[in-house]
């Protein structure tokens, strides 16, 4: 396979990536089939989520959907934060916002590279926020993997846990973490300019932010502002991530 080719293949992720004959998820595969009309001899990259390029040439259809063979040793990119990666671990901690907006949140956060999200209950949390529902998650997830594709990346960000503020001291451990907060002394910026390569961790509050216990218990977290205004979550997190990735992609001499 040529050097540049990865980058011009379909990306699908695979239900089996271990296996000498790997098979893609059924909806990626029905997309490969019926979409794109894949067919023998046509070449694409298998997804596993941790970083590994699958290439695989398609033998034939079956029953089962296509036939699929390997074309080729595993490419492997580092994980966020490992040497050689082009981004450093970041990692952001926010309430969800309501319906679909918590998808493109999702969406636009594994464009740009964050390693994961963990969502927050926290007092002024609504009650769909409280809890992730299996369906949900998977709806999340389904966005991050469409993002992964389409921003060809191979790491697939993880969606954690949900946590109250008052874990995340111990959960952001060994993490250079900034709460973002309108009218805070320093900025996003001035913050990640003193350790460009993180890991870093962003945190961000409700519709109405925290409340003042919650704000004591993430003293741990250096308050930082993006600007002058009050943003829905969405925007606020998604720009500081934007911030946060040039810095990082600057200084990784790929910038």
Known sequence: MGVDQPDRLHRFFLADPESAAPRLLPEEQRHAASVLRLAAGDRLLGLDGVG?????????????GLELERDGEVLREPAPGEPGAALPWIEVAAAIPKAARAEEMLDRLT??????????????????????SAGRMQRLQR??????????????????????????????????????SPGAEHTLLEWGAKRPRGPWALIA???????????????FAQPVALGPHVLRIETAVEAASAALVQLGYAS???G
């Open 52 to 64: 590994g390029l699958h290439p695989l040439i398609v033998r034939g259809l079956g029953r089962a």
């Open 111 to 132: 464009q740009l590279g964050v390693a994961a999200f963990r969502p927050l209950v926290c007092e002024r949390t609504q009650g769909f926020a409280r809890e992730l």
């Open 143 to 180: 966005a991050c993997m469409q993002a992964c594709k389409q921003a060809r990346r191979s790491w697939l960000p993880q969606i954690l846990s949900l946590a109250r503020p008052a874990e995340l001291r111990e959960l952001l451990a060994g993490k250079s973490a900034a709460l973002l």
């Open 205 to 219: 509050g409700p519709e109405g932010g925290f409340e003042p216990g919650e704000v004591a218990g993430l003293d």
């Open 252 to 254: 990784s001499g790929r």
